[in-house]
């Protein structure tokens, strides 16, 4: 093990006797379309070698690993509706050209959580995307860990679903230089809408 991240469910192994191995192509998950075909490749419920496929179903959804003990750390995953179980978790889900536009983390349980390795599949799973994969691999490479962002404030969402509430910030934390303070209420980031707390995180 060359190095690991729990909040992005990303380890880089190293394999020095492995010969004769032709990678995957990284693909770019943000150049999918919502619809657009998908094959998830792992070896669920212990069924080496297996395939699923489906469609994109969301991009960019908020959703926690579960992994870390951190349940306020989020990825901004692909859903899709490709059967994801215990055991393909981890594995590429990949486009119509073989190329890998995310890893396998979670799929959804019906009692409504995120797991990262629990339950059966309902329909609703969800990939780290590729570039997420790439600069987390990279980092870990280079230094042997991972590194993530954090905002240095606390936050709540607000009754209306239209944004999110500052509720505290810490000195000489990311939110502090950019100015924010308690009780300011963030709306957008970047054109994109801030409906919840988990949005803005």
């Keep these: ?6 909040v992005y469910d990303l380890a880089v192994l190293e394999a020095p006797q492995a010969r004769d191995l032709t990678p995957l192509a990284m693909g770019a998950s943000q150049d999918m379309r919502v619809g657009e075909t998908v094959i998830a490749v792992g070896s669920p419920l212990g069924l080496s ?4 496929s489906g469609i994109v179903s969301a991009l960019q959804r908020p959703v926690s690993t579960g992994n870390g003990g951190d349940s306020n750390s989020y990825i901004n995953a692909v859903q899709t509706d490709a059967a994801i179980n215990p055991g393909n978790s981890g594995g590429p889900l990949v486009n119509l050209q073989g190329q890998v536009i995310g890893v396998n983390s979670a799929i959804a349980s019906m009692g409504g959580g995120i797991t990262g390795d629990q339950s059966g599949n309902i329909g609703v799973g969800f990939a780290i995307p590729s570039e997420q994969v790439v600069t987390t691999v990279t980092q870990i ?4 860990r991972a590194e993530f962002p954090v905002i240095g404030a606390g936050v709540r969402g607000t009754s209306g679903m239209n944004g999110a509430v500052i509720t505290n910030v810490e000195a000489g934390m990311p939110a502090a230089r950019a100015g924010l303070k308690a009780e300011d209420v963030v709306r957008r980031i970047n054109g994109r809408p801030v409906t919840s707390s988990i949005d803005l995180v």
């Design 141 to 144: 490479i280079s230094t042997g």
């Design 49 to 52: 070698a297996s395939v699923t």
């Design 1 to 6: 093990v060359v190095g690991r991240s729990a």
